[in-house]
């Protein structure tokens, strides 16, 4: 099992291009999130999704765009970067228990500078 | 109010002795409350999940939760320098987000 695979690890971007972060789990988890933490900063949810085809917004979703397709697969998508999206980018999974445990495994982080 | 709020530290303990960790939640029909630890250039790890009042002890760690006050802390007893990292308490509302705190950075004195 590779678990969260995210890509790329790092990226440097000119104000106003556009990318697309990738996300994709191997676990059949059905909860996929995307975060942003800052330097010294706490995670900040960005967008989320609870099953394919359904995808909600977080904290901080100014910006951004995702959609999820496939159960496997979570991107988001950065339209006319600006340097306050310099960030390290996580994505996360869970499978949420009857219980309610919805415990996150994340992917190894995406750096993204934006310039 | 923010939805999760910790004390961003740093809190330095010397080696040996107990780290208290503090958080406090705004949404009251919160269930589930988790403590994770990321160390400097990492992903965040869980170590300590509780869902009942009370105290739920892993080896060294012990959780703490009175739904009452809204609050959950983190104990780590006989500190380690390998504990040194922030704890991200994390707690799903009932739309299933999952929303962190800031973090708190603790450092183990030698």
């Known amino acids: 099992n590779a678990g969260v695979t995210q890509t790329p690890k790092f990226r440097i971007l000119k104000i106003g291009q556009s990318m697309t972060l990738q996300c994709a789990q191997d676990m059949n988890h059905n909860y996929m999130y995307w975060y942003r933490q800052d330097p010294g900063m706490g995670l900040k949810l960005i967008y989320y999704s609870v099953g394919a085809g359904i995808t909600d917004k977080g904290e901080v979703p100014n910006g951004y765009n995702v959609s999820r397709s496939t159960t496997e697969d979570f991107p988001l998508r950065l339209e006319l970067a600006a340097p306050s999206q310099t960030s390290v980018y996580f994505c996360?999974?869970?499978?949420?228990?009857?219980?309610?445990?919805?415990?996150?495994?994340f992917g190894a982080g995406s750096r993204l500078t934006v310039l | 109010q923010k939805e999760v709020e910790q004390n961003s530290g740093p809190l330095s303990v010397p080696e040996g002795a107990i780290a208290s960790l503090n958080c406090t939640y705004s949404?009251?029909?919160?269930?589930?409350f988790f403590w994770y630890r990321q160390y400097s250039g990492k992903s965040p790890e869980l170590i300590m999940s509780?869902?009942?009042?009370g105290d739920k002890e892993d080896g060294r760690f012990t959780a703490q939760l009175n739904k009452a006050s809204q609050y959950v802390s983190l104990l780590i007893r006989d500190s380690q320098p390998s504990d040194s990292a922030t704890y991200l308490c994390a707690v799903p509302n009932r739309d299933d987000k999952i929303i962190f705190g800031k973090g708190t950075r603790l450092h183990i004195l030698p």
């Open positions: 949404d009251r029909g919160s269930q589930s």
């Open positions: 509780i869902y009942s009042n």
């Open positions: 996360a999974s869970s499978f949420k228990q009857f219980s309610g445990a919805n415990v996150l495994t």
